[in-house]
Protein backbone atom coordinates (compact mmCIF):
# COMPACT_ATOMS: atom_id res chain seq x y z
CA UNK A 1 0.00 0.00 0.00
CA UNK A 2 1.30 3.54 -0.65
CA UNK A 3 2.44 5.44 2.41
CA UNK A 4 0.93 8.65 3.22
CA UNK A 5 2.75 11.62 3.77
CA UNK A 6 2.95 11.77 7.25
CA UNK A 7 4.69 8.52 7.07
CA UNK A 8 7.47 9.57 4.70
CA UNK A 9 7.60 13.18 6.07
CA UNK A 10 10.30 14.08 8.60
CA UNK A 11 8.97 16.84 11.01
CA UNK A 12 10.40 19.78 12.18
CA UNK A 13 9.05 21.74 15.13
CA UNK A 14 8.54 25.34 15.59
CA UNK A 15 8.43 27.05 18.84
CA UNK A 16 6.81 30.47 16.75
CA UNK A 17 7.77 33.17 19.90
CA UNK A 18 11.98 31.45 19.23
CA UNK A 19 12.35 30.73 15.41
CA UNK A 20 12.87 34.11 13.77
CA UNK A 21 12.30 37.53 14.30
CA UNK A 22 11.51 39.88 11.44
CA UNK A 23 10.18 42.40 12.95
CA UNK A 24 12.94 43.36 15.43
CA UNK A 25 10.63 43.16 18.60
CA UNK A 26 12.61 40.67 20.26
CA UNK A 27 10.09 37.89 19.65
CA UNK A 28 9.81 35.60 16.91
CA UNK A 29 6.66 35.97 14.01
CA UNK A 30 5.30 34.39 11.14
CA UNK A 31 7.15 36.93 8.63
CA UNK A 32 10.48 35.69 10.60
CA UNK A 33 9.23 32.16 9.52
CA UNK A 34 8.07 33.25 6.19
CA UNK A 35 12.02 34.19 5.19
CA UNK A 36 13.30 31.20 6.32
CA UNK A 37 11.15 28.53 4.87
CA UNK A 38 13.71 27.71 1.73
CA UNK A 39 16.43 27.48 4.53
CA UNK A 40 14.14 24.40 5.46
CA UNK A 41 13.14 23.56 2.48
CA UNK A 42 17.24 23.11 0.98
CA UNK A 43 17.54 21.66 4.87
CA UNK A 44 14.81 18.73 3.91
CA UNK A 45 12.85 19.30 5.81
CA UNK A 46 8.89 17.74 4.77
CA UNK A 47 6.45 18.99 7.33
CA UNK A 48 6.10 21.36 10.32
CA UNK A 49 4.82 21.48 13.63
CA UNK A 50 4.35 25.07 15.40
CA UNK A 51 3.89 25.18 19.16
CA UNK A 52 0.52 27.26 20.28
CA UNK A 53 0.82 30.80 17.29
CA UNK A 54 -3.01 31.64 19.52
CA UNK A 55 -3.51 34.82 21.43
CA UNK A 56 -2.01 33.76 24.61
CA UNK A 57 -1.61 36.12 27.92
CA UNK A 58 1.83 33.21 27.81
CA UNK A 59 1.39 32.04 31.47
CA UNK A 60 2.49 28.38 30.26
CA UNK A 61 4.11 30.01 27.20
CA UNK A 62 1.27 29.76 24.75
CA UNK A 63 -0.32 26.64 26.14
CA UNK A 64 -3.18 28.67 27.76
CA UNK A 65 -4.72 29.77 24.66
CA UNK A 66 -7.30 33.00 25.12
CA UNK A 67 -8.94 32.31 21.47
CA UNK A 68 -8.58 29.15 19.79
CA UNK A 69 -9.41 30.91 16.12
CA UNK A 70 -7.03 33.69 16.08
CA UNK A 71 -3.55 34.59 15.85
CA UNK A 72 -0.79 35.72 18.96
CA UNK A 73 -0.58 39.61 17.78
CA UNK A 74 3.16 39.78 18.32
CA UNK A 75 3.22 36.53 15.80
CA UNK A 76 1.28 38.17 13.20
CA UNK A 77 -2.06 38.39 11.72
CA UNK A 78 -4.23 35.96 10.75
CA UNK A 79 -3.58 36.85 7.11
CA UNK A 80 0.37 36.77 8.04
CA UNK A 81 -0.56 32.99 9.08
CA UNK A 82 -2.45 32.34 5.38
CA UNK A 83 0.02 33.54 3.64
CA UNK A 84 2.99 31.28 6.07
CA UNK A 85 0.49 28.64 5.45
CA UNK A 86 0.31 29.42 1.45
CA UNK A 87 4.08 29.96 1.05
CA UNK A 88 4.91 26.33 2.86
CA UNK A 89 2.99 24.75 0.99
CA UNK A 90 3.73 26.19 -2.34
CA UNK A 91 7.16 24.29 -1.32
CA UNK A 92 5.45 20.83 0.06
CA UNK A 93 6.39 21.47 3.31
CA UNK A 94 2.67 20.46 5.31
CA UNK A 95 1.81 22.86 8.34
CA UNK A 96 0.10 20.76 11.66
CA UNK A 97 -0.69 22.72 14.49
CA UNK A 98 -1.02 22.49 18.33
CA UNK A 99 -4.45 21.59 19.79
CA UNK A 100 -4.64 22.17 23.39
CA UNK A 101 -7.90 20.32 23.89
CA UNK A 102 -7.64 19.95 28.06
CA UNK A 103 -7.51 23.59 28.76
CA UNK A 104 -8.08 26.87 27.48
CA UNK A 105 -6.64 30.51 29.57
CA UNK A 106 -8.38 32.15 32.11
CA UNK A 107 -8.32 35.09 29.63
CA UNK A 108 -10.64 33.23 27.11
CA UNK A 109 -13.85 34.84 26.74
CA UNK A 110 -15.65 31.33 27.57
CA UNK A 111 -14.35 31.36 31.21
CA UNK A 112 -14.60 34.98 31.69
CA UNK A 113 -18.32 33.97 31.22
CA UNK A 114 -18.25 31.02 33.23
CA UNK A 115 -16.88 32.47 36.18
CA UNK A 116 -19.53 35.32 36.14
CA UNK A 117 -22.30 33.42 37.56
CA UNK A 118 -23.48 30.24 38.23
CA UNK A 119 -26.25 30.02 36.20
CA UNK A 120 -24.46 31.62 33.06
CA UNK A 121 -25.03 29.45 30.02
CA UNK A 122 -21.09 28.63 29.99
CA UNK A 123 -21.04 27.66 33.67
CA UNK A 124 -21.07 24.05 32.94
CA UNK A 125 -18.32 24.57 30.32
CA UNK A 126 -15.62 24.19 32.57
CA UNK A 127 -15.64 21.24 36.02
CA UNK A 128 -16.90 23.73 38.77
CA UNK A 129 -17.04 22.15 42.35
CA UNK A 130 -18.06 23.19 45.84
CA UNK A 131 -15.37 23.35 48.49
CA UNK A 132 -15.27 20.92 51.84
CA UNK A 133 -15.24 21.85 55.03
CA UNK A 134 -13.94 25.17 54.16
CA UNK A 135 -10.81 23.89 51.65
CA UNK A 136 -11.15 22.50 48.08
CA UNK A 137 -13.43 19.71 47.14
CA UNK A 138 -10.31 17.34 47.31
CA UNK A 139 -6.72 16.53 47.78
CA UNK A 140 -5.80 16.38 43.63
CA UNK A 141 -2.82 18.36 42.61
CA UNK A 142 -2.16 20.37 39.93
CA UNK A 143 1.01 18.59 37.43
CA UNK A 144 2.05 22.06 37.59
CA UNK A 145 2.73 22.37 41.32
CA UNK A 146 0.00 23.51 44.54
CA UNK A 147 -3.67 22.13 44.15
CA UNK A 148 -5.56 21.35 41.20
CA UNK A 149 -8.26 23.91 42.45
CA UNK A 150 -8.61 27.28 42.94
CA UNK A 151 -11.21 29.10 44.96
CA UNK A 152 -13.13 31.66 43.01
CA UNK A 153 -15.15 34.35 45.28
CA UNK A 154 -17.45 34.93 42.70
CA UNK A 155 -19.34 32.39 43.02
CA UNK A 156 -17.70 30.78 46.15
CA UNK A 157 -17.13 27.83 44.26
CA UNK A 158 -13.71 25.91 43.25
CA UNK A 159 -12.48 25.10 39.65
CA UNK A 160 -10.62 22.46 38.38
CA UNK A 161 -6.79 22.78 36.40
CA UNK A 162 -4.86 20.08 35.96
CA UNK A 163 -2.10 22.61 34.58
CA UNK A 164 -1.37 26.34 36.20
CA UNK A 165 -4.16 28.11 37.91
CA UNK A 166 -4.50 29.78 34.55
CA UNK A 167 -5.41 27.02 32.37
CA UNK A 168 -8.86 25.98 33.45
CA UNK A 169 -10.39 22.61 32.41
CA UNK A 170 -12.63 22.48 30.07
CA UNK A 171 -15.93 20.04 30.74
CA UNK A 172 -15.68 17.56 27.82
CA UNK A 173 -18.60 16.13 29.30
CA UNK A 174 -20.49 19.24 27.98
CA UNK A 175 -21.85 18.67 23.86
CA UNK A 176 -21.05 22.41 23.39
CA UNK A 177 -17.86 22.38 24.80
CA UNK A 178 -17.18 19.62 21.75
CA UNK A 179 -19.17 21.58 19.71
CA UNK A 180 -16.91 24.60 20.32
CA UNK A 181 -13.64 23.22 19.72
CA UNK A 182 -14.52 21.20 16.99
CA UNK A 183 -15.70 24.56 14.68
CA UNK A 184 -11.94 25.55 16.06
CA UNK A 185 -10.48 22.18 14.39
CA UNK A 186 -12.89 23.13 11.04
CA UNK A 187 -11.53 26.30 10.78
CA UNK A 188 -8.02 25.57 11.08
CA UNK A 189 -9.06 22.30 8.55
CA UNK A 190 -10.63 24.67 6.26
CA UNK A 191 -8.13 27.10 6.08
CA UNK A 192 -5.31 24.18 4.70
CA UNK A 193 -3.68 23.04 7.62
CA UNK A 194 -2.40 19.15 7.44
CA UNK A 195 -3.61 18.22 10.99
CA UNK A 196 -2.59 18.76 14.64
CA UNK A 197 -0.28 17.81 17.55
CA UNK A 198 -2.90 17.47 20.20
CA UNK A 199 -1.71 18.56 23.49
CA UNK A 200 -2.08 17.15 26.95
CA UNK A 201 -5.01 14.31 25.84
CA UNK A 202 -4.75 12.39 28.98
CA UNK A 203 -5.89 14.71 31.12
CA UNK A 204 -9.16 15.68 29.09
CA UNK A 205 -11.19 13.96 31.66
CA UNK A 206 -10.62 13.08 35.30
CA UNK A 207 -13.00 10.88 37.65
CA UNK A 208 -16.03 12.21 38.25
CA UNK A 209 -16.48 11.20 41.65
CA UNK A 210 -13.57 12.90 42.38
CA UNK A 211 -11.61 10.80 45.19
CA UNK A 212 -8.88 11.98 47.25
CA UNK A 213 -5.29 10.73 45.73
CA UNK A 214 -3.88 8.03 48.17
CA UNK A 215 -0.33 9.42 47.29
CA UNK A 216 1.81 9.99 51.02
CA UNK A 217 4.24 12.33 49.63
CA UNK A 218 3.58 16.07 49.18
CA UNK A 219 4.01 17.23 45.31
CA UNK A 220 7.08 19.29 46.66
CA UNK A 221 9.08 16.33 47.84
CA UNK A 222 8.26 14.22 44.79
CA UNK A 223 9.10 17.14 42.45
CA UNK A 224 12.28 17.21 44.65
CA UNK A 225 13.43 13.93 44.22
CA UNK A 226 13.16 13.82 40.96
CA UNK A 227 15.31 16.62 40.23
CA UNK A 228 17.59 15.74 42.62
CA UNK A 229 18.03 12.34 42.43
CA UNK A 230 21.43 11.34 41.65
CA UNK A 231 20.64 7.88 39.78
CA UNK A 232 17.89 6.26 38.39
CA UNK A 233 16.66 4.29 41.14
CA UNK A 234 16.58 6.72 43.15
CA UNK A 235 14.26 8.24 41.24
CA UNK A 236 12.28 4.94 40.11
CA UNK A 237 11.23 4.59 43.91
CA UNK A 238 9.04 7.72 43.71
CA UNK A 239 7.73 6.93 40.22
CA UNK A 240 4.86 5.00 41.99
CA UNK A 241 3.74 7.61 44.15
CA UNK A 242 4.00 9.90 41.12
CA UNK A 243 1.65 8.21 39.37
CA UNK A 244 -0.44 7.31 42.83
CA UNK A 245 -1.14 11.20 42.97
CA UNK A 246 -2.15 11.99 39.46
CA UNK A 247 -4.03 8.75 39.54
CA UNK A 248 -8.02 10.12 38.72
CA UNK A 249 -6.81 12.74 36.47
CA UNK A 250 -5.00 10.81 34.13
CA UNK A 251 -6.68 8.17 31.59
CA UNK A 252 -10.12 8.30 32.53
CA UNK A 253 -13.09 6.34 30.31
CA UNK A 254 -14.50 8.89 27.71
CA UNK A 255 -11.11 9.79 26.08
CA UNK A 256 -11.09 7.09 23.40
CA UNK A 257 -14.51 7.66 22.18
CA UNK A 258 -13.48 11.54 22.12
CA UNK A 259 -10.39 10.89 20.00
CA UNK A 260 -12.67 8.43 17.83
CA UNK A 261 -15.34 11.75 17.44
CA UNK A 262 -11.91 13.57 16.68
CA UNK A 263 -10.59 11.23 13.92
CA UNK A 264 -14.19 11.26 12.10
CA UNK A 265 -13.91 14.97 11.41
CA UNK A 266 -10.54 15.17 10.23
CA UNK A 267 -11.71 12.01 7.76
CA UNK A 268 -14.24 14.24 6.57
CA UNK A 269 -10.96 16.57 5.10
CA UNK A 270 -8.29 15.17 2.69
CA UNK A 271 -5.09 13.07 4.25
CA UNK A 272 -5.25 15.10 7.31
CA UNK A 273 -3.07 13.99 10.32
CA UNK A 274 -3.45 13.44 14.31
CA UNK A 275 -0.56 13.22 16.55
CA UNK A 276 -0.83 13.18 19.68
CA UNK A 277 1.11 14.02 23.11
CA UNK A 278 0.92 10.60 24.49
CA UNK A 279 3.41 7.63 24.26
CA UNK A 280 0.11 5.71 24.59
CA UNK A 281 -0.58 3.33 22.32
CA UNK A 282 -3.96 2.44 23.25
CA UNK A 283 -4.43 6.10 21.15
CA UNK A 284 -3.56 4.79 18.03
CA UNK A 285 -7.10 3.30 18.52
CA UNK A 286 -8.98 -0.11 17.38
CA UNK A 287 -7.98 -0.33 13.78
CA UNK A 288 -7.03 2.71 12.73
CA UNK A 289 -9.86 4.98 14.11
CA UNK A 290 -8.06 7.48 16.60
CA UNK A 291 -4.74 9.12 16.49
CA UNK A 292 -1.93 7.96 13.28
CA UNK A 293 0.77 8.73 15.59
CA UNK A 294 1.56 8.77 19.12
CA UNK A 295 5.03 9.76 20.32
CA UNK A 296 7.56 6.99 21.02
CA UNK A 297 8.56 8.96 24.39
CA UNK A 298 10.60 6.21 26.46
CA UNK A 299 13.14 6.23 23.65
CA UNK A 300 14.51 9.73 24.93
CA UNK A 301 13.92 8.47 28.80
CA UNK A 302 17.54 7.94 29.46
CA UNK A 303 20.67 9.63 30.23
CA UNK A 304 22.48 7.47 27.65
CA UNK A 305 21.22 6.38 24.33
CA UNK A 306 23.05 3.24 24.76
CA UNK A 307 22.31 0.32 21.91
CA UNK A 308 21.12 -2.28 24.63
CA UNK A 309 18.67 0.35 25.55
CA UNK A 310 17.81 1.69 21.99
CA UNK A 311 17.19 -2.38 21.03
CA UNK A 312 14.95 -2.54 24.38
CA UNK A 313 12.67 -0.02 23.23
CA UNK A 314 12.09 -0.75 19.55
CA UNK A 315 11.34 -4.82 20.72
CA UNK A 316 9.02 -3.47 23.57
CA UNK A 317 7.56 -0.54 21.53
CA UNK A 318 7.08 -2.29 17.58
CA UNK A 319 5.80 -5.08 18.95
CA UNK A 320 3.28 -3.39 20.93
CA UNK A 321 1.70 -1.49 17.63
CA UNK A 322 -1.53 -2.35 16.63
CA UNK A 323 -1.51 -4.06 13.56
CA UNK A 324 -1.17 -1.31 10.37
CA UNK A 325 0.14 1.26 12.53
CA UNK A 326 3.10 3.56 12.24
CA UNK A 327 5.77 4.18 15.23
CA UNK A 328 6.90 8.07 15.70
CA UNK A 329 10.07 9.40 17.37
CA UNK A 330 11.72 12.26 18.55
CA UNK A 331 14.38 12.81 21.13
CA UNK A 332 13.65 16.15 22.30
CA UNK A 333 11.07 19.09 22.11
CA UNK A 334 10.19 22.33 24.04
CA UNK A 335 9.29 20.27 27.56
CA UNK A 336 12.76 18.52 27.25
CA UNK A 337 16.76 18.84 27.25
CA UNK A 338 18.06 19.23 24.01
CA UNK A 339 19.34 16.35 22.11
CA UNK A 340 23.07 17.73 22.19
CA UNK A 341 22.78 18.32 25.79
CA UNK A 342 20.50 15.60 27.27
CA UNK A 343 22.94 12.59 25.11
CA UNK A 344 26.33 14.27 24.51
CA UNK A 345 29.44 13.19 27.01
CA UNK A 346 31.09 16.57 27.19
CA UNK A 347 33.66 14.80 25.32
CA UNK A 348 32.26 13.26 21.91
CA UNK A 349 29.04 15.56 21.85
CA UNK A 350 29.53 16.42 18.24
CA UNK A 351 29.73 12.74 17.26
CA UNK A 352 27.08 11.79 19.34
CA UNK A 353 24.76 14.48 18.14
CA UNK A 354 25.14 13.36 14.55
CA UNK A 355 24.35 9.60 15.95
CA UNK A 356 21.20 10.82 17.37
CA UNK A 357 19.97 12.07 13.98
CA UNK A 358 21.45 9.07 12.41
CA UNK A 359 19.10 7.01 14.81
CA UNK A 360 15.87 9.25 14.19
CA UNK A 361 15.96 8.79 10.44
CA UNK A 362 16.98 5.27 10.31
CA UNK A 363 14.52 3.53 12.64
CA UNK A 364 11.27 2.97 11.29
CA UNK A 365 8.75 5.65 12.21
CA UNK A 366 8.23 9.34 11.35
CA UNK A 367 10.79 11.34 12.98
CA UNK A 368 10.28 14.37 14.94
CA UNK A 369 13.15 17.43 14.84
CA UNK A 370 13.14 20.41 16.95
CA UNK A 371 14.33 23.50 15.85
CA UNK A 372 17.73 24.61 16.61
CA UNK A 373 19.09 21.05 17.28
CA UNK A 374 20.46 20.89 13.47
CA UNK A 375 23.08 23.35 14.66
CA UNK A 376 23.60 21.64 17.72
CA UNK A 377 21.82 24.38 20.04
CA UNK A 378 22.21 23.21 23.89
CA UNK A 379 20.47 24.23 26.97
CA UNK A 380 20.71 27.36 28.18
CA UNK A 381 20.55 27.85 32.16
CA UNK A 382 19.24 31.00 32.93
CA UNK A 383 21.00 32.90 36.17
CA UNK A 384 18.47 35.31 37.16
CA UNK A 385 15.30 34.23 37.89
CA UNK A 386 13.83 37.48 36.56
CA UNK A 387 14.59 36.00 33.23
CA UNK A 388 12.49 33.34 33.46
CA UNK A 389 9.19 32.53 31.63
CA UNK A 390 8.52 28.89 32.58
CA UNK A 391 5.85 29.50 35.86
CA UNK A 392 6.42 26.17 37.22
CA UNK A 393 10.28 26.46 37.22
CA UNK A 394 9.21 30.14 38.72
CA UNK A 395 7.10 28.08 41.38
CA UNK A 396 9.77 25.81 42.21
CA UNK A 397 12.28 28.17 43.05
CA UNK A 398 9.97 30.13 45.12
CA UNK A 399 9.79 27.02 47.41
CA UNK A 400 13.19 25.71 47.23
CA UNK A 401 14.65 29.34 48.24
CA UNK A 402 12.40 28.36 51.59
CA UNK A 403 14.60 24.90 52.02
CA UNK A 404 18.05 25.40 50.15
CA UNK A 405 20.22 28.38 50.08
CA UNK A 406 19.43 31.09 46.79
CA UNK A 407 21.85 30.21 44.26
CA UNK A 408 20.66 26.23 44.66
CA UNK A 409 17.39 27.20 44.12
CA UNK A 410 18.54 28.92 41.12
CA UNK A 411 20.57 26.06 40.21
CA UNK A 412 17.43 23.69 40.18
CA UNK A 413 14.56 26.08 38.93
CA UNK A 414 17.34 26.60 36.02
CA UNK A 415 17.04 22.93 35.27
CA UNK A 416 14.09 22.19 36.15
CA UNK A 417 12.80 25.20 33.64
CA UNK A 418 12.00 24.45 30.03
CA UNK A 419 12.82 28.18 29.17
CA UNK A 420 16.67 26.18 29.00
CA UNK A 421 15.45 24.34 25.76
CA UNK A 422 12.98 27.55 24.31
CA UNK A 423 15.82 30.13 23.84
CA UNK A 424 15.88 31.81 20.37
CA UNK A 425 17.64 30.24 17.02
CA UNK A 426 20.81 31.25 16.45
CA UNK A 427 20.97 32.35 12.93
CA UNK A 428 24.37 34.42 13.04
CA UNK A 429 27.89 34.96 15.03
CA UNK A 430 26.04 38.30 15.43
CA UNK A 431 24.69 40.27 18.57
CA UNK A 432 22.04 38.35 19.32
CA UNK A 433 22.74 35.72 17.72
CA UNK A 434 20.94 37.59 14.61
CA UNK A 435 18.00 36.40 16.12
CA UNK A 436 16.77 40.05 16.57
CA UNK A 437 18.84 43.45 16.14
CA UNK A 438 21.49 44.35 18.23
CA UNK A 439 20.04 46.70 20.76
CA UNK A 440 16.97 44.56 21.09
CA UNK A 441 16.18 42.49 24.20
CA UNK A 442 15.25 39.47 22.98
CA UNK A 443 12.28 37.52 24.95
CA UNK A 444 14.49 34.95 26.21
CA UNK A 445 18.38 35.51 26.08
CA UNK A 446 20.52 34.38 23.58
CA UNK A 447 22.58 31.24 24.54
CA UNK A 448 26.13 32.71 23.65
CA UNK A 449 27.60 30.21 22.15
CA UNK A 450 26.35 31.61 18.66
CA UNK A 451 29.73 32.81 19.36
CA UNK A 452 31.53 29.36 19.17
CA UNK A 453 30.18 28.22 16.17
CA UNK A 454 26.29 27.61 17.37
CA UNK A 455 24.95 29.21 14.25
CA UNK A 456 23.11 28.68 10.96
CA UNK A 457 25.61 31.19 8.66
CA UNK A 458 28.90 29.71 9.97
CA UNK A 459 27.63 26.30 9.78
CA UNK A 460 26.07 26.67 6.06
CA UNK A 461 29.74 27.58 4.88
CA UNK A 462 31.37 25.23 6.57
CA UNK A 463 31.68 21.72 4.87
CA UNK A 464 31.79 19.86 7.90
CA UNK A 465 29.34 21.24 10.25
CA UNK A 466 26.38 19.33 11.72
CA UNK A 467 24.38 21.31 9.77
CA UNK A 468 26.00 20.45 6.47
CA UNK A 469 25.59 16.60 8.16
CA UNK A 470 21.60 17.18 8.87
CA UNK A 471 21.00 18.23 5.20
CA UNK A 472 23.36 15.02 3.75
CA UNK A 473 21.33 12.80 5.89
CA UNK A 474 17.97 14.19 5.49
CA UNK A 475 18.43 14.19 1.41
CA UNK A 476 20.06 10.34 1.63
CA UNK A 477 17.07 9.55 3.95
CA UNK A 478 14.30 10.80 0.78
CA UNK A 479 16.66 8.59 -1.79
CA UNK A 480 16.64 5.86 0.50
CA UNK A 481 13.44 3.57 0.24
CA UNK A 482 13.81 1.22 3.15
CA UNK A 483 14.59 3.62 5.45
CA UNK A 484 11.37 4.58 5.46
CA UNK A 485 9.08 2.03 4.31
CA UNK A 486 10.98 -0.73 5.24
CA UNK A 487 10.41 -3.36 8.21
CA UNK A 488 13.11 -3.11 11.09
CA UNK A 489 14.55 -6.27 11.84
CA UNK A 490 17.68 -6.30 14.43
CA UNK A 491 21.01 -7.53 14.11
CA UNK A 492 24.02 -8.51 16.91
CA UNK A 493 21.39 -8.46 19.78
CA UNK A 494 24.49 -8.94 22.48
CA UNK A 495 26.49 -6.02 20.80
CA UNK A 496 27.09 -3.58 23.71
CA UNK A 497 28.85 -0.82 22.04
CA UNK A 498 26.96 -0.83 18.48
CA UNK A 499 23.86 -1.38 16.49
CA UNK A 500 22.89 -3.07 13.80
CA UNK A 501 19.80 -3.62 11.50
CA UNK A 502 18.38 -4.26 8.72
CA UNK A 503 15.89 -2.19 7.04
CA UNK A 504 13.50 -4.57 4.25
CA UNK A 505 11.41 -2.81 2.06
CA UNK A 506 9.96 -4.33 -1.29
CA UNK A 507 12.37 -1.87 -3.22
CA UNK A 508 15.02 -2.67 -0.84
CA UNK A 509 17.50 -4.11 1.89
CA UNK A 510 19.81 -1.68 4.27
CA UNK A 511 22.23 -2.54 6.51
CA UNK A 512 22.19 0.24 9.25
CA UNK A 513 25.35 0.09 11.73
CA UNK A 514 25.85 2.75 14.53
CA UNK A 515 29.08 2.56 16.26
CA UNK A 516 28.40 4.67 19.91
CA UNK A 517 31.63 4.07 21.17
CA UNK A 518 34.99 5.40 20.93
CA UNK A 519 36.29 1.48 19.84
CA UNK A 520 36.80 0.55 16.28
CA UNK A 521 34.85 -2.70 15.92
CA UNK A 522 35.55 -5.58 13.68
CA UNK A 523 32.25 -7.33 13.06
CA UNK A 524 30.77 -9.74 10.30
CA UNK A 525 27.22 -10.54 9.09
CA UNK A 526 25.68 -13.51 7.96
CA UNK A 527 23.33 -12.08 5.30
CA UNK A 528 22.01 -13.67 2.07
CA UNK A 529 24.69 -11.77 0.43
CA UNK A 530 28.06 -10.78 0.97
CA UNK A 531 28.03 -7.88 -0.75
CA UNK A 532 26.84 -4.08 0.01
CA UNK A 533 27.15 -0.67 -1.46
CA UNK A 534 27.56 2.20 0.95
CA UNK A 535 24.49 4.53 0.98
CA UNK A 536 26.03 6.22 3.84
CA UNK A 537 28.95 6.83 6.27
CA UNK A 538 30.49 9.46 7.80
CA UNK A 539 33.65 8.01 7.21
CA UNK A 540 36.37 7.60 3.81
CA UNK A 541 35.12 4.41 2.11
CA UNK A 542 35.38 2.38 -0.59
CA UNK A 543 32.01 1.92 -2.38
CA UNK A 544 31.72 -1.52 -1.72
CA UNK A 545 31.63 -3.47 1.17
CA UNK A 546 32.09 -7.00 2.32
CA UNK A 547 29.75 -7.95 5.13
CA UNK A 548 31.81 -10.99 6.51
CA UNK A 549 34.53 -8.18 7.10
CA UNK A 550 33.50 -4.88 8.18
CA UNK A 551 35.59 -2.59 10.09
CA UNK A 552 33.14 -0.40 11.93
CA UNK A 553 35.51 2.82 13.16
CA UNK A 554 34.49 4.76 16.15
CA UNK A 555 31.53 6.45 16.18
CA UNK A 556 31.11 5.35 12.47
CA UNK A 557 27.15 5.70 11.13
CA UNK A 558 27.22 2.90 8.01
CA UNK A 559 23.78 2.62 6.10
CA UNK A 560 25.00 -0.18 3.45
CA UNK A 561 22.48 -1.34 1.16
CA UNK A 562 22.02 -5.17 0.05
CA UNK A 563 23.06 -6.40 -3.44
C1 LIG B 1 1.90 19.91 27.12
C2 LIG B 1 2.82 20.92 26.49
C3 LIG B 1 3.46 21.75 27.58
C4 LIG B 1 2.35 22.43 28.34
C5 LIG B 1 1.34 21.42 28.88
C6 LIG B 1 0.09 22.08 29.38
O1 LIG B 1 2.61 19.00 27.88
O2 LIG B 1 3.78 20.29 25.68
O3 LIG B 1 4.36 22.69 27.07
O4 LIG B 1 2.89 23.17 29.39
O5 LIG B 1 0.92 20.53 27.87
O6 LIG B 1 -0.62 22.65 28.32
Known amino acids: MALK?????????????????????????????????DYLKSLGIDALWLSPHFPSPFIDCGYDVSDYVDVAPELGTLDDFKRF??????????VILDLVLNHSSDQHAWFSESRSSCDNPKRDWYVWEDGVDGGPPNNWMSYFGGSAWEYDSTTDQYYYHCFLTEQPDLNWRNPEVKQAMWDAVRFWLDMGVDGFRLDAIGTIFE??????HTSKYSQFELYKAFRMAKTKEDREEYIPHWEAM???????????????????IIDEYDDRLLVGESEEIEY???????LHLAFNFPLMRTARLTPAWIRANQEERLSELPPGAWPCNTLNNHDTTRVYTQFGDGKNDAALARLSLALMLTLRGTPFLYNGEEIGMTDYM????GQFWDTPAIWLYNLAVNEVDASEALRLAAKASRDRCRTPVQW??????????????????????????????EQLDAPDSLLNFYKEMLHMRKRTPALIAGAYEPLHDDAEDYLAFLRRSAEQSCLVALNFSEQPHNIRFELETSAGRVIFSNQERENEIDFKRLNLAPYEILIVELI
Open 85 to 94: LAEAHQRDIR
Open 428 to 457: ANSANGGFSPPEVKTWLPVNPNYAEGVNVA
Open 246 to 264: FHHQVEQPGVHELMQELRT
Open 284 to 290: YGDGDNE
Open 5 to 37: WWQKAVFYQIYPRSFADANGDGIGDFQGMINHL
Open 382 to 385: LDDI
Open 207 to 212: DPDMPD
